[in-house]
C-alpha cells in the first residue's frame, strides 16, 4: 500500500471555488491509484484554497505520469477553476501539475506535471497519446477561432452551453482590460468601476432623493452600508448614485431571425462605500413598479443578482453604443463638419483651426449610416435595439441634448459627481478640457482682437447660424444661440467641438473592445424577456445571453469600431499644416508641450494600478473621428 499526499489549488478569482464533488486519481507508468472523493461537498475548494488530501494506491506507481480531475454534480451545477495539483510521495519530491482551467459540468481532466518537454523528448507511449489527444481537441479549438467570425456567424440560434463557452471566441482577440474582464466581471466592485471608467462613464449621477418609481427601503439595503448609518443619512451625505435608463421604456425591441429580442429600461442604486468602493446596492429592471417587477439586491440568490446586473449591462450597451458613442460624438460632431464646410472657406483661421479635427469623420458616419444602423446593418442583425429601436433612441436622446452637457464641468456638476473617488475620466477629462480651452482662446486672441471683432465677422456668424438654426433646429432648449457675441464665447464653442471630437470620442470608442468582448460582462441583446422574481437560474441566464452568432458579431463590432487606427493622428499633431505664422505655431507647439505633461501626469496615476485607465493619454487620442 503506497500512501501520496495531494494538495490541490482553487482559483483566486471570484466564483472560482465550487461545492460539487471532487475525485483524483494518480496515473503512474505501473498502474493506477484509487479513486479518490477528495472533499464533503461545500466544505473544501473555496476561492482561493489550498487544500491536502491522502491518495492510496494498491500497490507502487513507478514515476506519476498524470493526474486525473474529475468534477461531479452535487444538488446545484457549480463550476471549479483549478490552479494546479501538487503530489509527494513519502520521502520522494513533490510534483507540480499545473492546471489552470475551469472544470465546467460532469468533466473529466488529465493533466501533466509541469516539466516542459519537446516531442524528441517524449518516450512514454500512454504521454505520447495524452499529448497527440490534448493536440488533437486544441486544434479544433483553434480551428474554430480562425473561422469565428466566419463560420460561428452562421450557427444562428446556437446558444452557449455555459458561461465558460464564450471563451471561444475569446481567446483569439483579447487584450490585458479584456481578459481582466473576464475575471472580475460577476464582482459588485467592478460593475462600480465600469460606471466610473467604463466605456459610459458620464451615466451616474448623484441620488438626493429615490424617485417615487424606486420604491427601494432603508432596511432594503441596509446590509449592504457601512456600520452605523442608514440611507436617509447616507443620501444627505452624497454617497448614493443613481443609474436611470428611463430612455429605453417602450423602445421598439428588435427581431432577429424571426425570434423577438428584449429590452428593459432599469433603475439601479449605487453607494459610495467606505471600504468596498462604488459598489450596486439594489436593482429594478422596469421604470414601474409592481409584483412582477422586484426589486434585487445583493442579498439575493447569487444567481438573481446577476442576471440583475447583467440586465443593466445590457441597457449600458444600448445607451453606450446609440447615444453617447454615435449620437452625442459622431452625429454632434457632423453638425460642425457641414456647417464648416459651408460658411468657412479654407483661409479662415477657424477653419484651419478646426480641419484637422474634423478630418474624415463625414466619410466615417456614412458609413456608419450604411453598414451600423440600416434596417440590413449589423444593429439590426445582433442589437437588440436594432432597426426602428435605434431610431427612436436617438430621437428621444437628440431632443433632451443640451449644449451645457458637451461642457465637462458642467456636466460633472449637474450629474453632482464632483467628488467621487477614483473618477479617472472625470480628472483626465478635465485636465485635457483645461489644455484644449486654453489653447483655443489663444488662438482666438490671436485673430480676434476684441468681442467686437467677433461679432462683425460675417462668415463667422454664418457658421454658428448653421450650426443652430440647421444641425440643431429642432432643439429650441439646446442652449446655444444663434450669434456669437464674446470671445470667451467662441473659444468655449470651439473647445466644444474640439474635445468632443477627441477626448470625449476617445472615452466612449477606445475601450469598447476592453468592456465589451467579454459578451456576458455587456450583452448586446437579450434572448428573453427580463424576469419576474428572483428564480434565476444558470440555464435561464444562459438562454438570456447573445448566442454563438450573436457574439462572434458583438466581437467583430467592438474590436473594430475600438481598435487602434494603424494611420491614427493623435491630439494636438498637426501632419497638415494649415497654420505657418509664428505665433500660431508657438501656440501648436505650447499646446503639444502641455499634452505631454498630461501624459506623464497619467502615466504617473496608474503606476501601480492593477487596473489602468489609460484611454485618455493624448498619444492614445485621436485627432479626430476616423472609425
Known amino acids: 500500500m503506497e500512501d501520496y499526499t495531494v494538495a490541490v489549488a482553487t482559483g483566486t478569482s471570484a466564483y472560482s471555488g465550487t461545492n460539487n464533488y471532487i475525485f483524483l486519481t494518480l496515473v503512474g507508468e505501473k498502474g493506477e491509484s484509487e479513486r479518490t472523493l477528495l472533499d464533503n461537498p461545500g466544505l473544501d475548494f473555496c476561492r482561493g484554497a489550498v487544500d491536502k488530501y491522502k491518495v492510496t494506491s494498491p500497490s507502487p506507481l513507478g514515476s506519476l505520469l498524470l493526474v486525473r480531475l474529475e468534477k461531479q454534480r452535487y444538488w446545484v451545477e457549480d463550476n471549479w477553476f483549478c490552479r494546479y495539483v501538487t503530489v509527494e510521495h513519502f ?79 475569446f481567446w483569439k482577440l483579447k487584450s490585458p482590460i479584456a481578459e ?113 417587477t422586484p426589486i434585487f439586491l445583493p442579498r439575493d440568490p447569487p444567481l ?58 463625414l466619410e466615417i458616419n456614412t458609413r456608419g449610416r450604411t453598414q451600423l444602423i440600416s434596417a440590413d446593418g449589423i444593429f439590426k442583425r445582433v442589437v437588440s435595439t436594432g432597426g426602428d429601436g435605434v431610431l427612436v433612441l436617438a430621437q428621444r436622446e437628440f431632443k433632451m441634448l443640451t449644449y451645457r452637457s458637451l461642457q465637462p464641468y458642467n456636466d460633472f456638476s449637474d450629474r453632482g459627481v464632483s467628488r467621487l473617488p477614483h473618477y479617472y475620466y472625470r480628472e483626465h477629462s478635465l485636465m485635457l478640457w483645461e489644455a484644449i480651452h486654453s489653447f483655443v482662446s489663444g488662438m482666438v486672441s490671436l485673430y480676434y482682437q476684441s468681442d467686437h471683432d467677433v461679432q462683425e465677422d460675417v462668415e463667422l456668424q454664418a457658421w454658428i447660424g448653421d ?58 441583446t437579450m434572448r428573453q424577456p427580463p424576469p419576474t422574481d428572483k428564480g434565476a437560474t444558470m440555464e435561464m441566464i444562459m438562454a438570456s445571453l447573445p448566442d454563438v452568432s450573436q457574439s462572434c458579431l458583438q466581437m467583430a463590432i467592438t474590436w473594430h469600431l475600438g481598435r487602434a487606427q494603424p494611420d491614427a493622428i493623435p491630439l494636438g499633431q498637426y501632419t497638415e499644416e494649415h497654420f505657418t505664422e509664428a505665433p500660431a505655431v508657438e501656440l501648436i507647439s505650447g499646446f503639444r508641450t502641455e499634452l505631454e505633461k498630461i501624459e506623464a501626469d497619467i502615466l504617473s496615476q496608474n503606476e501601480g494600478l492593477e487596473l489602468q485607465y489609460l484611454f485618455l493619454l493624448p498619444s492614445h487620442i485621436e485627432n479626430s473621428i476616423t472609425i
Open 304 to 361: 438573481a443578482w446577476l442576471l440583475a446586473k447583467i440586465w443593466v449591462r445590457h441597457a449600458e450597451f444600448q445607451v453606450f453604443q446609440v447615444l453617447s458613442h454615435l449620437l452625442r460624438t459622431h452625429l454632434v460632431i457632423e453638425v460642425f463638419c457641414v456647417a464648416t464646410q459651408r460658411q468657412l472657406p479654407a483661409v479662415h483661421p477657424i477653419y484651419k483651426l478646426l480641419a484637422p479635427h474634423l478630418r474624415y469623420t
Open 91 to 169: 520521502g520522494g519530491d513533490t510534483v507540480v501539475f499545473p492546471c489552470y482551467r475551469w472544470l465546467i459540468g460532469n468533466v473529466n481532466l488529465e493533466i501533466r506535471q509541469g516539466t516542459a518537454k519537446t516531442l524528441r523528448d517524449e518516450s512514454i507511449a500512454q504521454l505520447l497519446a495524452h499529448r497527440r489527444t490534448e493536440l488533437q481537441e486544441r486544434q479544433k479549438i483553434y480551428s474554430l477561432l480562425e473561422l469565428s467570425l466566419k463560420k460561428l456567424v452562421m450557427m444562428f440560434g446556437k446558444s452557449w452551453s455555459d458561461l465558460d463557452d464564450f471563451k471561444q471566441i
Open 180 to 292: 481582466y474582464c473576464m475575471e472580475h466581471w460577476k464582482e459588485d466592485w467592478f460593475f462600480g468601476y465600469q460606471c466610473l471608467n467604463g466605456s459610459n462613464p458620464r451615466m451616474i449621477q448623484r441620488c438626493k432623493k429615490l424617485p417615487e418609481n424606486f420604491p427601494v427601503t432603508s432596511d432594503m439595503v441596509q446590509s449592504s452600508m457601512a456600520p452605523r448609518t442608514n440611507m436617509d443619512k447616507e443620501l444627505k451625505e452624497g454617497n448614493v448614485y443613481l443609474l436611470d435608463y428611463a430612455i429605453l421604456d417602450g423602445i421598439p425591441t428588435n427581431t432577429i431571425k424571426g425570434k423577438p429580442q428584449y429590452i428593459a429600461a432599469p433603475l439601479c442604486l449605487l453607494y459610495q462605500h467606505p471600504d468596498n468602493g462604488l459598489i450596486p446596492i439594489a436593482i429594478q429592471l422596469e421604470q414601474t413598479p409592481g409584483l412582477n
Open 467 to 524: 450650426i443652430t438654426q440647421k444641425g440643431m433646429a429642432e432643439l429650441p432648449s439646446f442652449g446655444l444661440p444663434n450669434k456669437l457675441s464674446t470671445r470667451e464665447e467662441l473659444s468655449t464653442l470651439l473647445a466644444v467641438a474640439i474635445f468632443t471630437s477627441t477626448v470625449q470620442h476617445a472615452a466612449t470608442n477606445n475601450g469598447q473592445f476592453d468592456w465589451c468582448s467579454w459578451v456576458p460582462n455587456t450583452p448586446c
